[in-house]
């Protein structure tokens, strides 16, 4: 089966290591991709702020797209980026469970002459991964094991919340099963699905700098070595603030933020410069696993 | 054709009637009753102790007689007060919706639902979905459709009663 | 559109200790209340759920930013279904939101948590009700006008025309971190647009609506 | 001597067979032609409508018609032979319960003449020209029946005094109701002149059914290697003989076909479909309704299946056409 | 068929009740009567306050002698509430008691409807249905069946307990069966009992031992019902007994056996300490057991596993009672009611991971600390957490898996009160701060406010808010280390986190888990909860829809002690009130075969789950054997050819009942 594909717009600017990485991953797993072709915003949080029925319309429209763009009975989409997979999955349960939504909606659609017949299975790449192409089978694949790496695996909220039926919306484990097949140990935190502050950082930034803080240090207190991520606003956040967060906290918080796709693509032996690495404020420490000499486990 | 459709009645209001097992569905009807779960007045129940006593012959009558839908209740699969009831029931409900189908029916007109006794608030649900759904649907009115099929033989009948009478004159 | 009356209870955070100093009426009358808004909010936020609220604090447990609202959601939730309209409108809790929905998975009752507060937030917008330069709506605006226009969203100029209208100055503070998004090719200059904008403008509302409803 | 007592035959929608029977009585005829006077019998005799419109009412002591009411012409000789005769006999499944003809209910009057005239296949008639009630050739005008909207049996058209049930109906029964009509001991109005149990009574099979038979799927004869003895059901053949008048002296289950139900149900079955329906579901196997639906794919055709020889006469009478 | 026997012309009386306002404030009761009176047959049509009352009862015996009425219909309640009133009624006026039509208009219309023309409208219809059908009915014979005066108790609780002793005091043979190796149910493992405070085990283990020696009751622990058939007065139980491998006759309990086992220490988790101490392989679940018997699980015993044991145990025990060849045995009973008091399933915390159970060490449940603190328990009553300190502050989190759409929806009732309890055991043993995080307190039994009181004077910590999440997340020196509770204190208004050592989840209570198996096994009803269900909320509560079958304690619904006897001895009552009565009367709608018109098609013979059905061979037709019908019905839709018909259920009974709901009426006339 095909997986259509929604990389959403952070995915084409902020968030472009994380497009590349996971491309690269799926290739290298041999797990074919179609772009979603024409594919448009989905809203994110900010739209269903003005008129809740623009903001389900504009999801639909890609869910519409997405049901005309493929043979099969059930359309599976893998949307990666967290504020999407949230607002096409809500739009999709919402048109499923309230028929005066649907109708307003496919009326909306009716007018650009597209309809939504409810095929679409909105998916997250950590489900995909897990559920569908199997720990096994990644296993199988890993050349590179990233013993002794210790990750401590950040969620944030909308890849989890509310709607996401793969995983526990508070404890989820798919990420960190991943990072365990990987050779890395995941360290068990607490608030790996505590929120980001999403665009707080870009509004009252005061108040999305503290939360990044509490998520970094309590990463670092757990001495982990870098926080893989899953959301490119999540990977912004944590990533980019760190600077001002020591500076106005002062604290010294210098951990590396990665994609959970490109941890996956060092270790499957994939190029650096495909995964994006390049992409990233601060490297995580992998270059003797990035440049294996002979391609033997335990490189360290 | 040049059937022209039952208008319905400005007074007009979806008839269902509805066969409940005593000791489920029925239950459950008199538990909605208990807490007050008003719903639509629609509904007419008529109780049989299991819904395997429902003759399919029921169904059709209840149709031919002018209801408007049929709502069909028993107890869930295994919780049976006869044990094996519902079975009976769900095979011969099956295979009579795919027979009402080809006469016509909509699907809507006829439904089976498993409610148990404690399942007053799916009592009223159901009513009041099925209320709904008929109203779109509007009247079945099988008897305004068997006068209405039967009047191609009026022209006949008043011909051969009028050369009577010229006979009697 | 009068102004937001003084809140009718102390915020948690004593951010308005000041106001202690001097006496502040501490009273709601019936008069004052809309009794229907809690109804019509729950109405536009999927089910009467709201009104089952018993009061038991989850959500502002949870809420990992309920420590800078004015009113943690608990009482956004009481005061909603009692109709404090104005307080509710005016408050800032309904901004901070940031919709992680941990509230909403972890109530008791089910509420639809995040769906209650874009309910407040569109009608707050639609009235005009909130704090003067506050990014949020602003950026929620641009956001809109953007996906409008090109049904993509370029966050580069998105960020640009949020500073524009709120605070020009962030603009130079966000340099430094744009230039370091630069060169590594995350902020893109180019823009990102649909083939199909007529579909588009085809499915979304003409024209918005002046007032969410919520109103009356 | 006196007066020889007067019958007719007459057929409305029906193929014939049931004037076949009449002939099958072989030798036996002459003892009716013997005992009474046959007085109209166009299929046979050369008699015309007037010869009817001429006898006084209740001329006949009986008329048996077969077949079903589908046209103006039908329902006006129904109605006249009501008239004159003192006993009116449907003979015949179609006469008794609308027969094969009866299964045009399930689709309109226009489908019919539509694809009769048009669609089908193997015809040559570009210009879709359909018949009229009147056509004009060379200043005469010819003048049709009509074809009615809905197929009746003959009870729905003129009240009927005794129906013999099947397709065809079988001689002895014919001879049956003749002497029974000769000697004037003919039961109460309204009866089915056959017996009042269903087939299985009289079935050869009746003992190889097993006790607890379950139905785990259902064939169509064609699809499988039918056993001669066993009991049809028991090899998931669908057969009506439960539900349906026994009388044949079961001759399809003889020739290895199933009963198709042509004597109609017995006195206390208002719908004939709806019971054989209910037996054959509620023997099945299949529990979920996921699995019963798959077992049902073996009945693609329920209604055709169930209500062979009885659409008109059914409860719902017709399909409904919205 | 006998249907045709009308006894003459038909004269309905008809009567149509008001029930006070109950049906009268909605359906237009005066309406109603004079609508029937212009009905085919009505030679009667009265209205009247309240039709089951005496007055109203007498009222059809006078019009059946004045105006020779030999049908009668009552339009009130359901018939499941008042058809046997008033059947007895028609009985002592003279005529057969099936001659006899109910109408519910008061249930099936005035409770559920609100406009009066419409309800109206519904009451006509239903009472032209009952008009048409009652003409077609026939008098009928009154089945009666023998009660048998043994009694089956399922579940050792102090519900059952209860139940038990009190038929066996009234002289009743009693089987008590219970599922562990001891009765005693949750209530042998708390300490003590709210709001008295006194020990549970030193009320609870006298009634124990009267079980153990009553001579009326049998005792089966570690034994489960297999199978129950039959009906009520007439239930044949069969009783799956497991091998405890110790022969229950010989041992005494001396647990010599436990103390010379190859195994030096236990090494199986313990299930009476909810897992907080080991067992050996042979073991008593705690001294008071009853019967005083042990057992040993083959799950562990070496002797099981390899065969190669020294059987320390065998040397031991002096009356040789040990059997390791013991088979499970089955045994069969009969009785004539049966009362089920299986009780209830705690809570599982883990189905809220924000709470951390199972993560922490120290998240405790509440069953857990009832052991923890208990004079006989894994600790000897020395509160040392699992991490071997003692804690200084205790935060206790109510409504775990209660008032939760989530989780479970109802309230547990009992959790507000043990937690007060626990609180105070906890002060008491610990002088720890101790933290209440409730959303609502719920005191309501008698002295229980008062119990709430004392708590309060005590000083323990109450803050009113549903607790969001345990970590073990510090952001202060003084949080490094400790359980962060963090909860909304919501009469102040503010988020608060209560760093503590020691966390307890007052978890709520559960239908056990093969609730669902025990339902069908005895053919009750559950409610949506998966509690059985009584057959009345108010006027039956230990009652259920079958006959004979009654229920008490927690199985029914969350209960705490006092409750629970209670319901037990109102469920013996009831079992005591039908045995003393001798016998019970049944429905006669069983089914009948018209053998003249059955053809012998053996459609009928499958579907019968009673095998009531047979095939008289040299007739080649079906025969119904009405001892053995139950009366569904079932046969009589299947059968092909009409020969089949059912008592008070006949064909032409439920067609007139169509033909009259739906004569046409005005309002729908084209």
Same mark, same amino acid.
């Given at each position: 089966m095909t997986y259509l594909y929604y990389p959403g717009c952070s995915l084409r600017s902020t968030g472009r290591a994380y497009e590349e990485s996971l491309l690269t991953v799926f290739r290298a797993l041999e797990i074919p991709l179609k772009e979603l072709d024409d594919w448009n915003c989905c809203g994110a949080t900010s739209y269903v702020s003005i008129d809740e029925t623009d903001a389900f319309a504009l999801a639909a429209r890609n869910l519409a797209l997405a049901e005309a763009q493929s043979s099969d009975g059930s359309v599976q989409l893998i949307a990666p980026c967290s504020a999407c997979y949230l607002v096409l999955s809500k739009t999709e349960r919402y048109l499923e469970d309230y028929p005066d939504v649907n109708a307003k909606i496919n009326a909306a659609l009716d007018r650009a002459g597209l309809r939504y017949h409810g095929k679409v299975d909105v998916r997250h790449p950590l489900d995909v991964l897990v559920n569908d192409f199997g720990l096994e089978k990644i296993a199988k694949r890993i050349k590179h094991p990233l013993t002794g790496l210790e990750v401590a695996c950040y969620y944030g909220c909308q890849t989890v919340r509310p709607f996401a039926t793969y995983d526990h919306p508070q404890y989820p484990e798919t990420m960190d099963k991943i990072v365990k097949v990987l050779g890395a140990e995941p360290i068990d935190w607490p608030l790996k699905t505590r929120c980001c502050g999403g665009s707080l950082t870009g509004t009252i930034q005061e108040a999305g700098l503290r939360l990044n803080r509490a998520l970094l240090k309590e990463a670092k207190g757990r001495d982990a070595d870098l926080v893989a991520t899953c959301c490119p606003l999540c990977q912004h956040n944590l990533e980019c603030y760190q600077p001002r967060i020591n500076r106005m906290y002062d604290e010294d918080i210098d951990i590396p933020v990665a994609y959970f796709t490109q941890l996956m693509g060092i270790a499957l032996g994939c190029d650096e410069r495909e995964l994006g690495m390049h992409r990233l404020m601060k490297k995580p420490s992998l270059k003797h696993i990035m440049h294996p000499k002979g391609a033997s486990a335990n490189a360290w | 054709m040049n059937e022209q459709q039952p208008q319905p009645a400005p007074s007009w209001e979806p008839r269902i009637v509805a066969f409940f097992c005593n000791w489920c569905t029925y239950t459950a009807a008199d538990l909605a009753g208990v807490s007050r779960l008003r719903h639509a007045p629609n509904a007419r129940i008529i109780r049989v102790m299991c819904s395997g006593r429902v003759d399919p012959q029921f169904i059709l009558e209840a149709f031919a007689r002018g209801a408007d839908g049929v709502l069909l209740g028993g107890c869930h699969p295994g919780d049976c007060h006869y044990m094996e009831g519902n079975y009976k029931t769900l095979r011969r409900m099956e295979l009579l919706k795919r027979m009402l189908a080809q006469f016509g029916i909509e699907e809507q007109r006829f439904r089976l639902e498993w409610i148990s006794a404690s399942e007053g608030e799916r009592v009223k649900t159901v009513i009041n979905e099925m209320t709904e759904q008929l109203r779109t649907l509007g009247p079945l009115a099988l008897p305004r459709r068997f006068a209405d099929w039967d009047k191609e033989l009026e022209p006949l009948a008043h011909a051969l009663a009028s050369t009577e009478e010229a006979a009697h004159a | 559109m009068s102004l937001p009356t003084p809140p009718a209870v102390q915020s948690d955070d004593g951010a308005s200790i000041e106001s202690m100093k001097q006496v502040v009426r501490r009273i709601k009358f019936e008069s004052e209340l809309d009794l229907e808004f809690g109804e019509r909010v729950a109405a536009k936020a999927y089910g009467q759920k709201l009104l089952s609220c018993i009061q038991c604090g989850t959500c502002s447990a949870t809420c990992p930013l309920s420590h800078y609202m004015d009113y943690t959601p608990r009482k956004i939730i009481a005061m909603t279904r009692e109709g404090f309209r104005e307080e509710v409108l005016n408050s800032l809790t309904i901004w901070l939101c940031s919709s992680?929905?941990?509230?909403?998975?972890?109530?008791?009752?089910?509420?639809h948590i995040t769906d209650v507060m874009y309910a407040l937030k569109r009608e707050a917008i639609s009235l005009g009700f909130y704090p003067r330069r506050l990014p949020i709506p602003v950026l929620a605006r641009e956001f809109f006008k953007r996906v409008l226009k090109d049904g993509r969203n370029t966050e580069s100029w998105l960020l640009i025309s949020l500073y524009l209208r709120t605070n020009p100055f962030r603009m130079l503070k966000e340099a430094m971190l744009g230039l370091r998004l630069f060169v590594r090719g995350r902020l893109t200059v180019g823009r990102e647009r649909v083939r199909r904008r007529d579909q588009l403008r085809a499915i979304l509302t003409p024209e918005r609506p002046k007032n969410g409803g919520l109103v009356k | 001597m006196p007066e020889k007592p007067k019958v007719g035959f007459y057929w409305c929608a029906s193929c014939g067979g049931c004037e076949e029977s009449v002939v099958d009585l072989a030798e036996q005829i002459l003892d009716v032609v013997a005992a009474v006077d046959i007085v109209f019998w166009p299929v046979a005799m050369d008699f015309k409508k007037s010869d009817v419109e001429a006898m006084p009412d209740n001329a006949m002591a009986a008329v048996f018609i077969n077949g079903a009411i589908r046209t103006t012409e039908q329902e006006e000789m129904a109605r006249l032979l009501r008239k004159k005769s003192a006993v009116v006999v449907a003979y015949g499944s179609c006469a008794h319960l609308?027969?094969?003809?009866?299964?045009?209910?399930?689709?309109?009057?226009?489908?019919?003449?539509?694809?009769?005239?048009? %669609?089908?296949?193997?015809n040559q008639n570009a210009e879709h020209i359909q018949p009229q009630r009147t056509i004009g050739t060379n200043g005469a005008a010819v003048h049709l029946p009509a074809f009615h909207e809905t197929v009746r049996t003959l009870d729905q058209v003129i009240s009927v005094d005794y129906y013999l049930p099947g397709c065809p109906p079988t001689p002895k029964l014919l001879a049956d109701a003749v002497t029974a009509l000769l000697s004037g001991t003919l039961p109460p109005k309204g009866s089915v002149l056959a017996p009042d149990t269903a087939l299985c009574d009289e079935c050869p099979r009746k003992e190889s059914k097993p006790n607890d038979l379950v139905l785990e799927a259902f064939h169509r004869p064609h699809q499988k290697e039918v056993d001669r003895d066993l009991?049809?059901?028991?090899?998931?053949?669908?057969?009506?003989?439960?539900?349906?008048?026994?009388?044949?002296?079961?001759?399809?289950? %003889?020739?290895?076909?199933?009963?198709?139900?042509?004597?109609?149900?017995?006195?206390?079955?208002?719908?004939?479909?709806?019971?054989?329906?209910?037996?054959?579901?509620?023997?099945?196997?299949?529990?979920?309704?996921?699995?019963?639906?798959?077992?049902?794919?073996?009945?693609? %055709?329920?209604?055709?299946?169930?209500?062979?020889?009885?659409?008109?006469?059914?409860?719902?009478?017709?399909?409904? %056409?919205? | 068929m006998p249907g045709k026997q009308t006894n003459g012309e038909i004269r309905i009386g008809f009567y149509v009740c008001h029930c006070g306002h109950n049906i009268g404030q909605t359906v237009d009761v005066k309406a109603v009567a004079a609508y029937a009176e212009k009905l085919p047959h009505v030679v009667v049509a009265r209205e009247y306050k309240y039709m089951c009352s005496d007055p109203g009862q007498e009222l059809i015996g006078e019009d059946v002698r004045a105006s020779k009425l030999n049908r009668i219909i009552v339009a009130s309640c359901s018939p499941l509430l008042h058809e046997h009133t008033f059947r007895t009624a028609v009985e002592k006026a003279g005529l057969n008691p099936f001659f006899f039509q109910m109408v519910n208009i008061r249930e099936n219309v005035s409770w559920v409807h609100t406009d009066?023309?419409?309800?109206?409208?519904?009451?006509?219809?239903?009472?032209?249905?009952?008009? @048409?059908?009652?003409?077609?009915?026939?008098?009928?014979?009154?089945? @009666?069946?023998? *009660?048998?005066p043994a009694v089956l108790v399922v579940g050792g609780g102090i519900a059952g307990i @209860?139940?038990?002793?009190?038929?066996?005091?009234?002289?009743?043979?009693?089987?008590?069966?219970?599922?562990?190796?001891?009765?005693?149910? @949750? #209530?042998?493992?708390?300490?003590?009992?709210?709001?008295?405070?006194?020990?549970?085990?030193? *009320?609870?283990?006298?009634? #124990?031992?009267?079980?153990?020696?009553?001579?009326?009751?049998?005792?089966?622990?570690?034994?489960?019902?297999?199978?129950?058939?039959?009906?009520?007065?007439?239930?044949?139980?069969?009783?799956?007994?497991?091998?405890?491998?110790?022969?229950?006759?010989?041992?005494?309990?001396? #647990?010599?056996?436990?103390?010379?086992?190859?195994?030096?220490?236990?090494?199986?988790?313990?299930?009476?300490?909810?897992g907080l101490s080991k067992r050996k392989p042979v073991y008593i679940p705690f001294p008071q057991a009853t019967p005083q018997?042990?057992?040993?699980?083959?799950?562990?015993? *070496?002797?099981?596993?390899?065969?190669?044991?020294?059987?320390?145990?065998?040397?031991?025990?002096?009356?040789?009672?040990?059997?390791?060849?013991?088979?499970?045995?089955?045994?069969?009973?009969?009785?004539?009611?049966? *009362?089920?008091?299986?009780g209830f399933k705690t809570f599982d915390a883990r189905r809220v991971p924000v709470y951390g159970y199972g993560k922490y060490p120290n998240v405790y449940t509440s069953l857990e600390v009832e052991r923890l603190v208990n004079a006989s328990g894994p600790t000897g009553g020395e509160l040392i957490l699992r991490d071997g300190r003692r804690p200084k502050t205790v935060g206790i989190i109510h409504c775990v898996g209660s008032r939760d759409k989530n989780t479970n929806r109802w309230c547990s009732r009992t959790c507000c009160m043990y937690s007060l309890k626990l609180a105070h055991l906890l002060k008491e043993h610990t002088d720890a701060e101790v933290y209440n995080f409730y959303i609502d307190i719920r005191a309501a039994g008698k002295t229980y406010e008062e119990f709430y009181d004392k708590l309060l004077e005590e000083n323990i910590h109450f803050i009113r808010g549903r607790v969001a999440e345990v970590t073990d997340w510090a952001v202060r020196p003084s949080e490094e280390g400790r359980l962060v509770i963090r909860a909304e204190d919501t009469m102040i208004g503010i988020v608060r986190r209560v760093p503590v050592d020691m966390v307890v989840l007052a978890v709520g209570m559960e239908p056990q888990t093969d609730a669902g198996d025990v339902r069908r096994l005895f053919n009750i009803s559950c409610s949506t909860e998966g509690f059985f269900l009584e057959r009345h909320p108010k006027l039956a509560p230990v009652d259920t829809f079958t006959d004979g079958i009654f229920i008490a304690g927690a199985c029914q619904g969350p209960k705490d002690i006092p409750d629970s006897v209670a319901q037990a001895g109102a469920a013996a009552a009831q079992a005591l009130a039908l045995i003393d009565r001798g016998e019970i009367e049944l429905e006669p709608n069983t089914a009948y075969v018209e053998a003249e018109l059955c053809s012998g098609c053996k459609t009928c013979l499958g579907l019968c789950p009673y095998h009531a059905i047979t095939r008289n061979e040299e007739l080649k037709k079906a025969e119904i054997n009405e001892a053995l019908c139950k009366g569904c019905g079932t046969c009589v839709a299947g059968c092909p050819s009409g020969a089949i018909h059912q008592h008070l259920f006949e064909d032409d009974m439920i067609f007139s009942e169509l033909s009259g709901l739906l004569e046409p009426q005005p309002a729908d006339c084209c």
């Open positions: - | - | 992680c929905y941990a509230c909403q998975v972890q109530c008791p009752r089910q509420i | 609308g027969g094969i003809p009866g299964l045009a209910n399930l689709v309109t009057r226009q489908e019919i003449l539509s694809f009769v005239y048009g %669609d089908a296949p193997s009991c049809l059901l028991a090899q998931g053949i669908v057969c009506l003989g439960p539900a349906t008048r026994s009388g044949c002296g079961a001759l399809c289950v %003889d020739g290895n076909m199933a009963c198709t139900g042509c004597f109609g149900p017995t006195s206390h079955v208002r719908d004939q479909g709806a019971k054989i329906l209910s037996a054959v579901a509620s023997g099945m196997a299949a529990r979920e309704s996921d699995a019963i639906k798959v077992a049902l794919e073996g009945i693609p %055709d329920p209604a055709g299946s169930f209500y062979r020889y009885s659409v008109p006469a059914s409860l719902l009478r017709k399909r409904i %056409d919205h | 009066t023309a419409a309800a109206t409208q519904k009451a006509n219809d239903l009472v032209r249905a009952a008009v @048409h059908r009652v003409a077609h009915h026939v008098p009928l014979e009154k089945k @009666h069946v023998a *009660i048998d @209860h139940a038990a002793l009190t038929l066996a005091n009234a002289g009743k043979k009693v089987t008590l069966v219970e599922r562990e190796a001891t009765i005693g149910g @949750h #209530m042998a493992k708390f300490d003590k009992t709210f709001p008295t405070l006194d020990c549970a085990a030193c *009320i609870l283990t006298p009634k #124990m031992s009267q079980v153990k020696n009553h001579p009326n009751i049998t005792l089966w622990t570690y034994s489960e019902v297999a199978s129950v058939e039959g009906f009520v007065g007439n239930y044949t139980v069969r009783v799956r007994r497991k091998p405890r491998y110790i022969n229950e006759e010989l041992c005494v309990g001396c #647990m010599e056996c436990i103390e010379k086992c190859v195994y030096k220490e236990g090494k199986t988790s313990d299930e009476f300490n909810v018997v042990v057992l040993i699980d083959p799950e562990v015993c *070496i002797e099981f596993k390899s065969g190669k044991c020294k059987k320390t145990c065998v040397e031991a025990c002096d009356r040789d009672a040990i059997d390791f060849k013991q088979k499970e045995t089955v045994e069969e009973i009969r009785v004539g009611t049966i *009362i089920l008091a299986t």
